[in-house]
């Protein structure tokens, strides 16, 4: 069946949908030995697609993991400064799989890895609006003023961020407590700054949701398949 040849590519996992539209711009891209156009279909079945000389393949069958990421970990396939990385903890799922958006390396939970491209892009993509809820450890002020600060913020440094939601979780002991925070973007270490700017230390932080995907009771350093309600979640966001 044919279909747009930046889906193609995004599905087979090279490149995100727009990267692969610059690919197609920048000649790289060619259907029967032809350079390709920017617009065309094609039929990877029947049609010789290559993207830098290298034939197209899209496998029959994708992987769609969650994984737990611990704390200490990279989310990359390979660390120039021989960090342990994600890739390390999924290496036995049978597929080369890639992180779908980011954790910083203190931080810790639900990270979805797959080999399809084209619902990666869709994850992570800021028309979606795909929630993400953290639950965050912190100190230095009342829970009451935390929630009210942290849900008051408006910008961050600047630059203008939507209103999150908060919610009181717990006494940790210590003067600690737990907070869940749901934003609806993915700005760098958004919820660390959003908590710095509020005067509060984050002890801990986890994300335990994305959208409909609920990390529940998965271990940390462990992972599993998503389910089928997860997966046609995921896959309608395409």
């Excluded at 619902?119 to 992570?124: D, G, H, Q």
Aim: with cysteine.
């Amino acid at each position: 069946m044919k279909e747009r040849l930046q889906k193609l590519i995004s599905s087979a996992g090279l490149a995100s949908r727009r990267a692969a539209e610059e690919l197609i711009k920048q000649g790289r891209v060619t259907v029967n030995g032809a350079r390709a156009e920017l617009g065309m279909s094609a039929d990877p079945d029947a049609d010789d697609i290559r993207v830098n000389g290298r034939r197209l393949r899209i496998a029959a069958d994708r992987v769609y993991i969650m994984l737990n990421k611990p704390r200490g970990y990279v989310t990359t396939l390979s660390d120039e400064k021989g960090r342990k990385t994600v890739a390390e903890l999924v290496k036995d799922a049978g597929r080369r799989l890639y992180p779908v958006g980011r954790l910083d390396l203190n931080s810790e939970g639900l990270l979805i890895m797959t080999d399809d491209g084209e619902a990666a892009n869709a994850l992570t993509h800021p028309s979606h609006e795909v929630a993400k809820t953290y639950r965050v450890t912190v100190s230095g002020l009342s829970p009451e003023a935390a929630v009210i600060g942290l849900g008051g913020l408006r910008e961050l440094e600047g630059e203008p961020i939507r209103p999150a939601q908060v919610s009181f979780v717990g006494e940790t002991g210590e003067g600690r407590y737990q907070l869940d925070v749901t934003i609806h973007e993915g700005k760098n270490r958004q919820v660390r700054r959003m908590c710095a700017a509020c005067g509060l230390e984050v002890r801990r932080l986890v994300r335990i949701a994305e959208g409909e995907l609920l990390l529940d009771g998965l271990r940390t350093g462990k992972w599993r398949h998503l389910t089928a309600g997860e997966l046609a979640w995921l896959l309608n966001l395409r």
